[in-house]
């Protein structure tokens, strides 16, 4: 399954990577994530993990696996033969940015995990993006 979202923001790219990069603010964003905690300090960078509790889901650990500094972040987690990859992308545009978030599922039961949480998955990148675009609009 992949399910992609786009939104065009008033907000430079740097303000936007600042709000992907603050993962324990993310709770305050989006009624989608209801705890990040980090488990590593400093910037966030390929190999940095956080532990993030959703609704109705049961605590995951991330880990960056990719990064263009001020352009993309992804990371993901594994549980019971499905992997979850979620891409986090700020691209500059004359007016301001666009921001874009996908997200994977892959592996042996990905089908199931689709069939199962896909309504859910779906609905939380599209409120992982309003909450996103809000900060970004409200910035300074």
């Known amino acids: 399954?992949?399910?992609?979202?786009?939104?065009n923001v008033g907000a430079?790219?740097?303000?936007?990577?600042?709000?992907?990069t603050d993962l324990e603010r993310w709770p305050e964003l989006s009624p989608s994530t209801s705890e990040v905690r980090r488990l590593d300090?400093?910037?966030?960078?390929?190999?940095s993990e956080a532990m993030v509790k959703q609704p109705g889901l049961p605590r995951a650990r991330w880990r960056?696996?990719?990064m263009a500094p001020e352009r993309i972040f992804?990371?993901?987690?594994?549980?019971?033969g499905v992997t979850t990859v979620g891409d986090h992308r700020v691209?500059?545009?004359a007016t301001?940015?666009?921001?874009?978030?996908?997200?994977?599922i892959r592996g042996p039961l990905a089908g199931l995990a689709a069939l199962l949480f896909g309504r859910r998955a779906k609905r939380s990148v599209s409120m992982e993006l309003e909450g996103f675009r809000a900060a970004a609009?409200?910035?300074?």
């Open 91 to 93: 691209e500059p545009t």
């Open 1 to 7: 399954m992949e399910y992609r979202v786009t939104a």
């Open 12 to 20: 430079p790219p740097a303000a936007v990577w600042r709000l992907f």
């Open 96 to 104: 301001g940015s666009t921001i874009t978030l996908t997200l994977y």
């Open 41 to 47: 300090d400093g910037p966030l960078q390929v190999g």
């Open 64 to 66: 960056v696996t990719g």
């Open 137 to 140: 609009d409200a910035a300074p």
């Open 74 to 80: 992804t990371w993901q987690t594994s549980a019971g």
